[in-house]
């Protein structure tokens, strides 16, 4: 089963989804944040049997929930999770960091950021599950 990738934005969603064993993230594509997009997460929850969620959370500059946080647990109440389980994942400087490996391959398409977003999101929990017991899970957050 795989595992998908939410980098949520209030105009723009971006959605990365995992290989069969979860090893390798890939940027799926940007759906806009709109009630289409309900119908469209169900579609790939069921297309690709996705088992589990790693939601970006927002933090402030200290690391801790703000308003933003709230926004996107709020989100995700309105999404059917049954038998899914959802992970929040820290997502501190993941759309910063998207728009320079844009900047750095040409493309600097600021639409684009969200699916890469969503995926350096979804990769960096995917590896902190390869790594030893010691660092694993680092930067989940509890919700």
């Given amino acids: 089963m795989r595992t998908l990738g939410i980098d949520y934005g209030e105009k723009r ?14 940027r799926y594509k ?3 944040n709109d ?7 169900n579609n790939i929850v069921i297309s690709y ?3 589990r969620i790693v939601v970006g959370l927002p933090l402030d500059d200290d690391g801790n929930e703000g308003v933003s946080s709230d926004k996107v647990k709020n989100f995700i109440k309105t999404l059917d999770m049954r038998d ?15 728009g320079l490996i844009l900047k ?21 929990y995917l590896d902190s599950r390869s790594q030893d017991s010691r660092s694993q899970g680092s930067n989940v957050i509890d919700s």
């Fill in 13 to 26: 969603i971006g959605i990365a989804i995992s290989d069969d064993n979860a090893i390798i993230a890939s």
């Fill in 30 to 32: 940007i759906f806009k």
């Fill in 35 to 41: 009630k289409s997009f309900i119908d469209n997460f």
């Fill in 49 to 51: 049997k996705i088992s």
């Fill in 84 to 98: 899914i389980e959802v992970i929040y994942w820290n997502e501190t400087l993941t759309t910063y960091d998207a």
């Fill in 104 to 124: 750095k391959t040409g493309r600097g398409r600021r639409d684009r950021v969200d699916d890469i977003a969503a995926q350096l999101i979804l990769q960096e």
